[in-house]
Each structure stands twice: as C-alpha cells, then as structure tokens.
C-alpha cells in the first residue's frame, strides 16, 4: 500500500518538476515620463519560456497590459499584447502567454508593463520559464476572470459576451460540453430501454435531447453572468479612470499627461496649413492621439515616403537610427522634438 501511495505521489508530482527548469530574471524599469515599466533589451526563445510570472505591489485594483515586441517585429502595439486584472497589495500573476496571443512566437526582445488604470505599480519580482501545469491553470483562471472578453472591440453582433480561456472563446468549450452531453446521455438511455424497434429508438433520442436542452440553458447562464461580471469590472475601471474628472484630465488619462502635453506643443509648432506626419515612439500606438489631437494635419499612411514631418517621443533605438542626419524643427526635451521628415 505505501508503495502504491509513493509510484501515485510519484506521478502528481513529475509535472511539476519543469518548475525546478532554468528561470530568467528579467529587471524592469520605470521609463522616464511614462507610467509604463519596461525590460532591457534581451534574446529570449518564445518555445522554451512561455510562462511570465510577476510579483506586483499595486495601489490599486485596475487594469494592466502586457506588450513585447520580437526580433521580427519591433513595434510595441495591441495585437502583441494581452490584458490582465491587477488587485491591490501585493500578488503574483502568472501568464501563460502562447495560449493567450498567437504572437508570441520567434525571439522576444523586449516587455512592457503598462498600467490602463489609475494608481502605481511596482514589479517586485519577475520571472520568465517555461512554467508547468500548476501556472498553466493559473494563468487559464485569470484569463478567465479577466479583461480581456468581447469588449475591447467597443462593439458586437454577439449578444452574449464571454471570457476567453487558453486562448478560445469558452462558448468553444461550452460547446464541446453540450455534444458530449448529448452522446453520452444518448448512450446511457440506449443501453438502458434496449428498444427493438425505430420507435423505441425514438426514447432514449428525445431523454438524450433533453440532457441537451438542460446542458444549453444551463450554458446560457453563465455565459450571461460571466458578461454581466465583465461589463461591471469594465464599469469600475472606466468609473475610477474617468468619473468627475474635466475632458482635459480625461484625454490626459486615456493617451497620457506627458504625451497630450508633446502632442500640444507639436500643433503650436507644426505649419497652420496641413502637413502629413508621422510618430516615432516607443509607446503602444502613438498615432491614434496624434490623428485626432493634431487635424487637419495628415497621418501618413506611405511607409516607404518620408513624410513633411516627424514627431519624436521616447523613441526606439531603432527609430533614433533612422532619424540621423534630418533637421529638427522644435525641441521640448531631449525625448521629444520634432523632425522635419525631408533634409534641407
């Protein structure tokens, strides 16, 4: 008997052992004039560290962002990010990050930390791995509870909105859920009336029909309850981002003091008549505030032309590169000036 309670402790725990493989540190930094945390600059293979886990000393509760970008791609930008919910003290996440986001995929260069919610964050700790299956369903729990649902898309034809879970709509797994019911309630009542005719087949097809209807209803629920849970955690966070605040502090909350204060100095300095532009930085889509903040003025959409100007802010190292040899027209810091796109 204790032999066979060794061999089944045994295999409980050999998932587990992966969580003894080689970890990596990552040390974050706060970036100057940004609320965001950022990592320095690293090679890591997306196949061998999938999981990312953080020890975080928030203020408050709210809502954080996870964005990196990839020796392919070195724009930090939503489709290579995923959204999780912060609680305040002190907790650790842990993210499970290919089955949230395909793009985790090549060599990762670098991570950001950025906070959607009023309120600091401190990164205690961070770890990347491989991870096991104990992170594994940490993570899918919360994916689960998180933000993340239908509701970043601002709209839907679903009337029904749902968590995600390993990446899938959970109305995947509801699905399978309802089918299985389905056949193995089909099977059930099979064996158990043993008909001998069509008709009789026709008792145990409408029993398992039913399991099926009650397997559906019982669904409904609690895809209905997880999205009324998910447009009231969106509530608290919008409530305490933007409630009773002036439009100005609102747009500074949305796109960032710092940047709305850049984007202002950059409409007083730009020509009257409109000029195409474009936005050099290292922040997750810059353009977005400059489109609506500096009209008439254009947002190029050529990337192969340099555009009439450039607007620099906490630019990338790559983008510093690129902007050699060209004339500025204004300066606010060192981090943020503006370049005239064509040299004269």
Known sequence: ??????????????????????????????????????????????LENSTLSLKLNCSNDGLARLYWITSYDQRFEQSKSIWFYTKRGVHTYYLNIPSQNPYWIGWIKRLIIAPESPGKIEILASTVSRGNWLTFLASGW???????????????INVTHSSPLYGNSINVYFYWLIGLAFIF?????????????????????????KTAFAAILAS????????????????????????????????????????????????????????????????????????????????????????DYILVFYPTPDQIKQLRGLP??????ANKYIVKGKKK
């Open 220 to 307: 409904w629920l609690l895809l209905a309850l997880n999205a009324d849970l998910n447009y009231f955690s969106l509530f608290k966070v919008n409530y305490q981002k933007y409630f009773g605040k002036t439009i100005d502090q609102k747009h500074a909350e949305a796109y960032g003091e710092d940047y709305l204060t850049f984007l202002k100095f950059t409409a007083d300095k730009l020509p009257r008549k409109p000029v195409s532009f474009v936005v050099y930085s290292s922040i997750n889509s810059p353009e977005l505030a400059g489109r609506l903040f500096l009209a008439p003025h254009i947002l190029a959409s050529d990337v192969n032309k340099l555009p």
């Open 1 to 46: 008997m204790n032999f066979r309670r060794a061999i089944l402790i045994l295999l409980l725990t050999i998932p587990c052992f992966s969580a003894f493989a080689e970890e990596i540190n990552i040390p974050f930094q706060k970036t100057p004039g940004q609320d965001y945390l950022e990592s320095p600059a690293m090679m890591i293979d997306s």
């Open 328 to 333: 500025v027209l204004a300066k606010l810091d």
């Open 142 to 156: 919360q994916e689960f509870w998180g933000p993340k649902g239908r509701a970043q898309t601002g709209f839907s």
């Open 185 to 209: 309630s089909f099977v059930f009542y099979l064996f158990k009336a043993r008909p001998k005719s069509f008709e009789e087949y026709l008792i145990p097809f409408n029993s398992a029909a």
